[in-house]
Nanobody
Framework: QVQLVESGGGSVQAGGSLTLSCAAS????????VAWFRQAPGKQREGVAAFSVGGYTKYADSVKGRFTISQDNAKNTLYLQMNSLKPEDTAMYYC?????????????????????WGQGTQVTVSS
């Protein structure tokens, strides 16, 4: 089973940028559907961006045009580039994975679609 470790979180002012990284323990990350989720205090974990095996990419409406998910298979690493950050983006960010293809409609439907999770990295955006 692959293991995931996130990094890159921090504190930034509104309008700023951060890039999160998620390093996979095995060099088979390209065989996994992967996603970024986030969870703010008192709120449910929500999907932010995801890749499915097969090349599908999906973003939550709240981050479209501001966040970009990418993957470097040579480095076994998933990234989330976050631009034009807003205070409402403040949350713990998690990367997640599931072996094989996840249907496009379910890529961000909820955390139950994924069975491997990192420990999270905190992102705080101040106004």
């Amino acid at each position: 089973q692959v293991q995931l470790v996130e990094s890159g979180g921090g504190s930034v002012q509104a309008g700023g940028s951060l890039t999160l990284s998620c390093a996979a323990s095995r060099n088979t990350i390209d065989r996994y559907s992967v996603a970024w989720f986030r969870q703010a205090p008192g709120k449910q974990r929500e999907g932010v961006a995801a890749f499915s095996v097969g090349g599908y990419t999906k973003y939550a409406d709240s981050v479209k045009g501001r966040f970009t998910i990418s993957q470097d298979n040579a480095k076994n690493t998933l990234y989330l580039q976050m631009n034009s950050l807003k205070p409402e983006d403040t949350a713990m960010y998690y990367c997640a994975a599931r072996f094989g293809r996840v249907d496009f409609r379910r890529l961000l439907s909820g955390p139950n679609e994924y069975n491997v999770w990192g420990q999270g990295t905190q992102v705080t955006v101040s106004s």
